[in-house]
């Protein structure tokens, strides 16, 4: 029995005012949000370093998902809202993403950068070092 490679999509999400994008190695479903000490569950992607409660960035705000129609940003009933190049998302209604698309969690501003590629099983989710070299983290999820 041959195993069969999964393709991958890294969605690159450049943050306004911010020179750390967001990088995605996105295989399935991650949930994206603010975590408090209160959570029982880790988020897969937590946007507090990029003041996500001032943005009005919801605990548990949307998703992105990797399915055969592309990437889909599902608003999970968010409090502020999700907003995909200018409109508002319907609650639990998912759209997809391109290249190139305008993104809003809450008050965030977010540019979407889209590429495919054939990978291993991960979600690496990563800030590269800032310009000032002030911040540089690195954060990896392995799906088992």
């Known amino acids: 029995m041959a195993v069969q490679k999964v393709a991958a999509f890294t969605v690159i999400f450049h943050i306004e005012d911010d020179h750390m994008p967001v990088v995605l190695k996105l295989y399935e479903r991650v949930i994206i949000g603010r975590q408090s ?19 009005g960035i ?31 998302l319907s609650p639990f209604d998912p759209q997809i993403l391109h290249h190139g698309d305008h993104v809003r969690l809450g008050k ?8 495919e590629g054939i990978n291993d099983n991960r979600i690496l989710v990563s800030r590269v ?9 690195t954060m990896v999820f392995q799906r088992v």
Do not use: C, W
């Not at 070092?129 to 983290?137: I, P, Y």
């Open 37 to 55: 000490p209160n959570m029982q569950e880790k988020l897969d992607v937590d946007l507090n370093d990029y003041r996500a409660a001032e943005h």
């Open 58 to 88: 919801s605990r548990i705000h949307a998703t992105l998902e990797h399915t055969e129609q592309g990437i889909l940003l599902t608003d999970l009933g968010s409090r502020n809202g999700t907003f995909h190049n200018g409109d508002k």
């Open 108 to 115: 965030l501003n977010l540019r979407v950068e889209i590429q």
């Open 129 to 137: 070092k800032s310009q000032t070299g002030k911040l540089e983290e």
